[in-house]
């Protein structure tokens, strides 16, 4: 589930920051975003950290600290470096509607310069946003999400192109709920071999490879990061410690929800 409450974080936070609103059941509402909608997982992970939670310390621990707090062990438990989680985050009092979601989430086939921009939105740099993205190192993703990509787009090892179309054919509605890892190497461990990946063209989302191409603008950062583990461990490390602070809810601005599912 690492990979699954790593994203689930991320999802939170990105939409009207880190405030526990993606959690919240109901129609119309975040978690309905076709960003969200069938691909999200780990809701019933929050559940049970909240239902211990409740039972040690009644309306003490928000659910999003929860997701702050899973998010990191998650990275740890794989392998991955730690950073500070600072905790005193309140609830939101509602959710965000499905099209702010989809609006404030990356798409799967989103282009350098969307990536840049909506990562600019939350206050990152274009750094911050290529640390971010190694997060792509463990997880999964559906058929549906890059079949386009194995099937017609130039920029891709075709050895690896082949093995992915046994997964998933082309034909639209066919087996999109088939899933590939994101990183073949080494998909159940946190490390640089994303980045790797992508300098062989075998990034497997549009959105992945992106980050990587002939005379790309930022190739050098991938550089860095295929060279050195520790530094993208460092830059990951800050740069999920800033997305932790984005839209933080604190003192009477915001509840402790007794279930992260609905309002109190």
């Known amino acids: 589930m690492g990979a699954s409450l790593l994203r689930l974080h991320f999802h939170d936070c990105f939409v009207n920051g ?13 978690k309905s975003s076709v960003r969200n909608a069938g691909s999200l997982r780990g809701f019933d992970v929050i559940d049970q950290m909240k239902a211990i939670a409740e039972e040690m310390c009644p309306g003490v621990v928000s659910c999003a600290d929860l997701l702050t707090f899973a998010a990191e062990k998650s990275v740890v438990t794989l392998g991955g470096p730690s950073w500070p989680v600072i905790f005193g985050r309140r609830d939101s009092t509602g959710s965000a509607s499905a099209s702010t ?13 969307d990536l840049i921009s909506l990562f600019a939105r939350k206050g990152f740099t274009p750094r911050e946003m290529i640390a971010l993205s190694g997060a792509h190192t463990i997880g999964q993703a559906r058929c549906e999400l890059f079949r386009n990509r194995i099937y017609d787009e130039p920029n891709i090892d075709i050895p690896f192109a082949m093995g992915l179309q ?17 990183d073949f190497s080494s998909s159940d461990q946190f490390n640089n071999d994303y980045f790797s990946n992508l300098i062989n063209f075998q990034g497997l989302l549009h959105s992945d490879q992106v980050l990587f191409s002939a005379n790309g603008q930022y190739n050098s950062v991938i550089l860095e990061y295929v060279n050195d583990q520790q530094l993208f461990f460092t830059d990951f490390s800050n740069a999920m410690l800033k997305m932790s602070k984005i839209g933080v809810l604190t003192g009477r ?8 599912r609905f309002l109190n």
């Open 18 to 30: 880190c405030d526990g609103s993606i959690l919240l059941d109901g129609e119309g509402r975040e």
């Open 101 to 113: 979601a989809t609006a404030d989430l990356p798409s799967a086939d989103a282009n350098i310069r």
């Open 166 to 182: 046994h997964i998933c054919p082309n034909t639209p509605g066919v087996g999109n709920n088939n899933l590939a890892p994101l």
């Open 253 to 260: 601005n915001g509840i402790v929800r007794q279930n992260c």
